[in-house]
């Protein structure tokens, strides 16, 4: 038996199709190691930033399913994504496969940018090892990552608020909206007027409002006056005088065609002409991609194969004409990018339509008209301009621009990016116009947009801020987290992510500049392409850092909004008061806090904080004794009243009320712990039941438990629907869902009933 593994389980059945037997084709699912959760134990940086890798939550039963069909296999080869990510989840396949002594077959890396027939059996015929350079490099961006992000969090909960992250890429692109959000605050408006008259074409002179019958036109003055006696005067001699064309100016024009598209160019498209989200454009890419619709949709290069660009043009002459082809070739904007690589384009060119979904096909769609029209010939234009003044005294030129297609070209594509023709009448220099109406509009000057998802894009790229493949990522995190709020396609910073960027900016802006963003990516591309050491590289970077780190955290000072409005006074001691954080967002705090705790909201309400109980916290009170302890206060919360530690959330002491704990306790004995009782909880997304010996056992199942033990994995078994009364608490056990089948439970997979 042979075994091929691949990321994706519908990658997996589309390959498997193709090889019609020859191979048993399994995924990974993704990634199965990466660095553990709690930093202590995540890098050995001693012994020269040694990453301790452990199987990702969850996929226990992948690598159990992998090794044991690695025992019985006689060739494996891995097949995972044509990038550095791909490559190093190849890397991490092969060292838990080494490890099992069982597994004697020969393991190698094989890779394709698109899965077709003939690329699949191509690329099965050319094995490689696996390319240790992309892994260091890979490895590099994941501790560099992780070592950033630790730290500066670190140091955001201590002096901005507990919770919040930074990141090595994330924080630069924060960064470059906070810019633009500050241009836009500082911006002063200024009055201005625009001026147009619409004219009637006469060969004829005549007085200003004498219809002649002509054609009709609208012109421009080229002056926008900041002066309403300039418009006036304009105006009044505009309507006075006789008008005539002045000049006429023609030029015939070549329009190119675009390159095709790369990961960036494709998000920004799109963002603008199908309203997706990055993300979303990922997404709906790598379903293309796993059906064999379209090549491997991350990629920074602007290449066709030769076999495609023939292709292409042989399609061209069948479906517009021989005129209409012709070959291009386009160079890459990234330095860095990766020229063996492809565009993104349909594998079958000649399938014009592809897709399950809506989605789908419009995207694939667009991908195959960029892709087409890449190949077409030049579209011709003619730019016409005409200029018309009065017949006597000073006065501004008003003018108008059409423009008129003479030979269509790669714009009978690419159709998203034609535009309108503009027709204008047909005139020559010295003919009269007749001033049908004249008039002024007053209007004020704009600051600059907020970015859109797919400027920020552009920008990101444009300053050599992270890679294509990672820019969605860096768009949801920053959603995620809650720094960036989206208004239809508008980008802008909340409160949070402008303290969090302002902190940053204040106290690290080394280390989220564009130079040192840009110049920390040129490093990790010398790693993967052999010319730079990983030990070195982070050795260089973090010493330094952690350095920065230490003194800021001595120095810097606790980051706050600026000082409240001098009438708003603490309602405690009658102090100033100073623009806080809260996840709640803003609000008013006592300038002597912590000695005065007094609070207002912005809208200037009185804030009651938590008021003492009288009592230690039995927790961490009885550890640190009463000087060091947490006080038990009462405090509000969305499910009502309770009670907790003062110092949460350094301590998360909850006192629990005797009667609600009475009431919300089952007599049913956790099988974890085998010490607490399941009891009822209120979270998030609901109630659920939990271990009352809580946090020491952390034990929890969605629904009430039965009594009940389930008999093929002796877990809970809890209360399910009207269709299946009771069922397993374990989402992995047959009993969680009856209606799997056997091959459901083996590959893992959630039940779509």
């Given at each position: 038996m042979k075994l091929l593994i691949v990321e994706s389980p519908s990658k997996a059945k589309t390959i498997e199709k193709y090889l019609d037997g020859a191979f048993t084709v399994r995924a990974s699912v993704g990634h199965i190691r990466d660095l553990p959760k709690s930093n202590k134990d995540a890098i050995d940086i001693p012994a020269g930033f040694v990453p301790r890798y452990e199987i990702s939550k969850g996929k226990e039963k992948v690598v159990h399913e992998l090794t044991a069909l690695g025992e019985r296999a006689t060739e494996i080869m891995l097949a995972t994504d044509p990038d550095h990510e791909g490559e190093a989840i190849s890397w991490h396949l092969k060292e838990l496969l080494?490890?099992?002594?069982?597994?004697?077959?020969?393991?190698?890396?094989?890779?394709?940018?698109?899965?077709?027939?003939?690329?699949?059996?191509?690329?099965?015929?050319?094995?490689r090892d696996i390319d240790q350079d992309l892994v260091k490099a890979q490895e590099a961006r994941r501790v560099l990552d992780r070592l950033v992000g630790y730290d500066l969090s670190g140091i955001i909960w201590k002096k901005v608020r507990y919770g919040l992250s930074a990141g090595r890429v994330q924080s630069p692109a924060l960064r470059i909206i906070m810019e633009r959000e500050r241009e836009i605050r500082a911006f002063i408006p200024e009055?201005?007027?625009?001026?147009?008259?619409?004219?009637?074409?006469?060969?004829?002179?005549?007085?200003?409002?004498?219809?002649?019958?002509?054609?009709?036109?609208?012109?421009?003055?080229?002056e926008e006056p900041r002066d309403k006696k300039l418009v006036d005067k304009i105006l009044e001699l505009g309507k006075r005088e006789l008008w005539f064309i002045k000049d006429l100016k023609t030029s015939e024009q070549k329009r190119q065609?675009?390159?095709?598209?790369?990961?960036?160019?494709?998000?920004?498209?799109?963002?603008?002409?199908?309203?997706?989200?990055?993300?979303?454009?990922?997404?709906?890419?790598?379903?293309?991609?796993?059906?064999?619709?379209?090549?491997?949709?991350?990629?920074?290069?602007?290449?066709?194969?030769?076999?495609?660009?023939?292709?292409?043009?042989?399609?061209?002459?069948?479906?517009?004409?021989?005129?209409?082809?012709?070959?291009?070739?386009?160079?890459?904007?990234s330095k860095n990018a990766q020229e063996a690589h492809e565009a993104i384009r349909p594998t079958h060119v000649e399938q014009m339509n592809a897709g399950i979904n809506d989605e789908q096909k419009r995207l694939y769609q667009l991908i195959w008209e960029r892709v087409v029209s890449s190949q077409m010939s030049d579209a011709k234009l003619l730019k016409t301009k005409i200029i018309a003044n009065i017949k006597e005294g000073e006065f501004p030129d008003f003018t108008a621009n059409g423009s008129r297609v003479l030979f269509p070209g790669w714009l009978i594509c690419d159709t998203g990016a034609r535009g309108e023709d503009v027709e204008l009448p047909e005139v020559k220099v010295g003919d009269s116009l007749n001033l049908l109406e004249l008039n002024s509009t007053e209007k004020a000057t704009e600051p600059p947009n907020r970015y859109t998802e797919a400027g920020l894009v552009k920008e990101l790229e444009a300053r050599d801020i992270g890679r294509p493949s990672t820019y969605a990522s860096i768009m949801k995190t920053l959603e995620d987290r809650g720094y960036v709020g989206k208004v239809g396609k508008t980008l802008f910073p909340t409160d949070t992510g402008d303290v969090v960027?302002?902190?940053?900016?204040?106290?690290?802006?080394?280390?989220?500049?564009?130079?040192?963003?840009?110049?920390?990516?040129?490093?990790?591309?010398?790693?993967?392409?052999?010319?730079?050491?990983?030990v070195k590289t982070l050795k260089d970077f973090y010493i330094p850092f952690q350095k920065d780190v230490k003194e800021k955290d001595k120095l810097a000072k606790t980051n706050n909004m600026g000082e409240a409005p001098a009438d708003i006074l603490c309602p405690v001691c009658g102090s100033n008061m100073i623009v806080k954080l809260s996840r709640g967002g803003k609000f008013y705090s006592c300038s002597k806090y912590p000695d005065c705790t007094g609070a207002r909201t912005i809208e200037g309400k009185i804030l009651e904080g938590p008021k003492e109980t009288g009592e230690m916290c039995p927790l961490c009170g009885e550890k640190k004794g009463k000087s060091g302890g947490g006080k038990l206060v009462v405090r509000e919360g969305k499910f009502g009243t309770f009670i907790s530690c003062s110092r949460y959330?350094?301590?998360?002491?909850?006192?629990q009320d005797e009667e609600e704990t009475k009431r919300k306790m089952t007599d049913i004995t956790c099988p974890i712990c085998k010490v607490g009782k399941m009891m009822e909880r209120r979270g998030r997304f609901g109630i659920f039941y939990s271990c009352s010996n809580y946090p020491d056992c952390k034990n929890t199942i969605k629904a009430k438990p039965t009594g009940n033990?389930?008999?093929?994995?002796?877990?809970?078994?809890?209360?399910?629907?009207?269709t299946i009364p009771e069922r397993c608490s374990n989402k992995m056990c047959r009993n969680h869902n009856?209606?799997?089948?056997?091959?459901d439970i083996k590959n893992n997979k959630k039940s779509k009933n």
């Open positions: 080494d490890a099992d002594k069982k597994i004697k077959a020969k393991i190698q890396r094989v890779t394709f940018h698109e899965i077709t027939k003939e690329a699949v059996e191509e690329a099965l015929k050319n094995p009055q201005y007027w625009t001026i147009e008259g619409l004219f009637e074409t006469n060969k004829k002179p005549a007085r200003p409002h004498e219809g002649a019958g002509g054609d009709k036109i609208t012109l421009s003055c080229v065609p675009r390159a095709p598209f790369t990961t960036s160019t494709l998000q920004q498209t799109a963002s603008t002409r199908l309203g997706f989200s990055p993300s979303r454009t990922m997404q709906v890419a790598q379903k293309l991609y796993e059906a064999g619709f379209i090549t491997y949709m991350r990629t920074d290069s602007t290449n066709l194969s030769i076999v495609a660009q023939n292709q292409i043009l042989a399609l061209v002459e069948k479906k517009y004409g021989k005129e209409y082809a012709e070959k291009h070739f386009y160079k890459a904007k960027s302002s902190f940053l900016e204040n106290n690290f802006a080394e280390y989220i500049s564009d130079t040192f963003t840009a110049e920390m990516e040129d490093e990790l591309d010398d790693i993967a392409n052999g010319k730079r050491e990983y959330p350094k301590c998360k002491f909850i006192k033990i389930c008999d093929l994995c002796g877990s809970l078994m809890m209360e399910g629907t009207k009856p209606h799997k089948t056997g091959e």
